[in-house]
């Protein structure tokens, strides 16, 4: 549920520019507990190679057991974040990435990952608690 709280204010561009940055760095730097922090409770993901949705949580999780092995490595580049606000209380966010990650957990084994035209999709609202989340997240690829 998207609740807009007077005691939060206008959310800014800068406020979503930061929080994506730090998404990305809670990733990279393999911080599980502040991933999944960063999604509302009923938030939903579509991954990179997803076909259909999940939600967020369970996306979060699913990264951790991917990519957080202690021999796992994971660079990530930002392009531009264009901020659209959606009112005082949301904003998607969009932009480019660059993607590398190494020895991440499949199936079959460890695999190698290289995403030079990646692009993100992310709409943050500020939940009950005032806090900023990401309510809904889609990551493609060019060319998939």
Do not use: C
């Amino acid at each position: 549920m998207l609740v807009y709280l007077s005691s939060v204010g206008n959310m800014t561009a800068e406020q979503v520019k930061s929080a994506v940055e730090r998404f990305w760095n809670a990733f990279s730097t393999k911080s599980d507990n502040v991933l999944a922090d960063f999604y509302g409770h009923e938030s939903s993901v579509f991954g990179s190679s997803a076909v259909r949705a999940e939600p967020g949580r369970l996306a979060a999780a699913r990264r951790k057991r991917e990519y957080f092995n202690p021999s796992t490595s994971v660079k990530v580049i930002l392009g531009p974040i264009e901020v659209l606000p959606l009112g005082e209380a949301a904003a998607v966010a969009s932009y480019t990435f660059q993607f590398h990650a190494s020895k991440v957990a499949t199936a079959t084994g460890a695999a190698e990952e290289k995403f030079e035209h990646g692009r993100a999709t992310q709409v943050f609202a500020y939940d009950l608690d005032g806090h900023l989340r990401i309510m809904h997240e889609h990551l493609s690829i060019a060319g998939r």
